[in-house]
């Protein structure tokens, strides 16, 4: 399946009415959406590998979810249960950053329209972000030279196969 993946800013005011609006878009453009907030994201790299571990569950019929956003969620959150990986990365009143994928045949820059949203990568970026949200300690994370603490988020992705 293909997918896109950005950064993006924009104020969520209502959760609930973004999600639903965004169910309606991806219905009419024959996909998926995921939309998190991208203070938990470790680096454009964690995004990216969440949502190939969620496509590959898809492919081999493995999903714990029940749509692949959901489980590209589950991934990025390192959470086994989608309540727990949206509690800790899904979009809440007040989200200004937006870590999006756009599954299908539509693009971001169609749904940045519809929303508007500006996009913006660097909001992927990994500094000054919570490492803690995603199971990272503090103890792991300072183990590692700085340039390298993002490739936790990597191996909290990867783990979470373990945890099936």
Same mark, same amino acid.
């Given at each position: ?29 024959? &996909?998926?959406?995921? !939309? *998190?907030? +991208? ?6 790299? /964690?995004?990216?590998?969440? =949502? ?41 009143? &007040?989200?200004?950053? !937006? *870590?999006? +994928? ?6 971001? /820059?169609?749904?940045?329209? =519809? ?7 660097h909001v992927l970026d990994s500094e000054g972000k919570s490492?803690e949200a995603i199971g990272i300690t503090e103890a792991e ?24």
């Amino acid at each position: 399946m293909k997918y896109e993946v950005a950064g993006a800013r924009g104020t969520v005011d209502d959760p609930e009415g973004v999600l639903k609006k965004v169910n309606v878009w991806s219905k009419a453009n024959g &996909g998926d959406v995921l !939309l *998190a907030d +991208a203070r938990v994201v470790l680096g454009r790299d /964690h995004l990216e590998t969440a =949502v190939r571990h969620a496509l590959r569950a898809q492919s081999s019929g493995t999903m714990a979810a029940r749509s692949v956003s959901a489980e590209a969620l589950r991934y990025l959150s390192a959470q086994r249960q989608v309540a727990d990986a949206i509690r800790i990365a899904g979009i809440h009143r &007040g989200t200004k950053e !937006l *870590a999006i +994928a756009v599954f299908g045949r539509s693009g971001i /820059h169609e749904l940045l329209v =519809v929303f508007g949203w500006s996009r913006d990568d660097h909001v992927l970026d990994s500094e000054g972000k919570s490492f803690e949200a995603i199971g990272i300690t503090e103890a792991e994370w300072a183990s590692l030279p700085p340039n390298q603490r993002a490739d936790l988020a990597l191996e909290k992705v990867a783990l979470l196969d373990t945890e099936k």
